[in-house]
Antibody, heavy 125, light 107 residues
């Protein structure tokens, strides 16, 4: 059973960079079969897709965040990383990582079929 | 970019009732739509993908339908454990997008 675990600081100062790691329990992080996505959810709101990264480094980002986001995969460490620069209070949210199959033959492509438990990040001075 | 709109935002129903939630895309996405269930403090869990395919292990009282721009999630006989918030997500192409959610409450 795949397990995903987000980690990182729970408090980030305004204008600084939010950095999170998603630890993946198996070697699927380097598989050609998946994208790895980040999603956030501010209190009382729906999920917001931040972006997705492929093992090769190909990325897709939410246009509203694109100028501030980077993502990468480290296959040797079985980790997916997220960096969000120049944060403000509006970036306060629970951040989730998730696995996304890319095989569209079974209509499962780009769903989030496994999720981490999420980590709360608060932006405050 | 594709935007997803759900309705209603809240529904209150009794155990055994049939509940229908609607999700609309602002442009055609064929059948590339997934539904998720989220309970407080937990990550969302996928229920349906490809608009109508039930994820393994999901009870058969959940069903999905639709294509193009209009989709529905139906709970045929509401159970107490179905109290949750439900979200749709378009999986047609990047950038991905979720709907705003529908909270289902048990009377």
């Amino acid at each position: 059973q795949l397990q995903l675990q987000e980690s990182g600081p729970g408090l980030v100062r305004p204008s600084e960079t939010l950095s999170l790691i998603c630890n993946v329990s198996d070697d699927s992080v380097s598989s050609t079969r998946y994208y790895w996505g980040w999603i956030r959810q501010a209190p009382g709101t729906g999920p917001e897709w931040i972006g997705s990264v492929y093992y090769s480094g190909t990325t897709h980002f939410n246009p509203s965040l694109k100028s501030r986001v980077t993502m990468s995969v480290d296959a040797t460490k079985k980790q997916v990383s997220l960096k969000l620069m120049s944060v403000t209070a509006a970036d306060t949210a629970v951040y989730f990582c998730g696995r996304q199959p890319i095989d569209c033959s079974a209509s499962r492509c780009y769903i989030f079929d496994s999720w981490g438990q999420g980590t709360l990040v608060t932006v405050s001075s | 970019d594709i935007q997803m709109t759900q309705s209603p935002s809240f529904v209150s129903a009794s155990v055994g009732d049939r509940v229908t939630i609607t999700c609309q895309a602002n442009q055609g996405i064929s059948i590339w739509l997934a539904w998720y269930q989220q309970k407080p403090g937990k990550a969302p869990k996928v229920l349906i993908y490809g608009a109508s395919t039930l994820e393994s292990g999901v009870p058969s009282r959940f069903s999905g339908s639709g294509s193009g721009t209009h989709f529905t999630l139906t709970i045929s006989s509401l159970q107490p454990e179905d109290s949750a918030t439900y979200y749709c997500q378009q999986t047609n192409r990047f950038p991905l997008a979720f709907g705003g959610g529908t909270k289902v409450d048990i009377k």
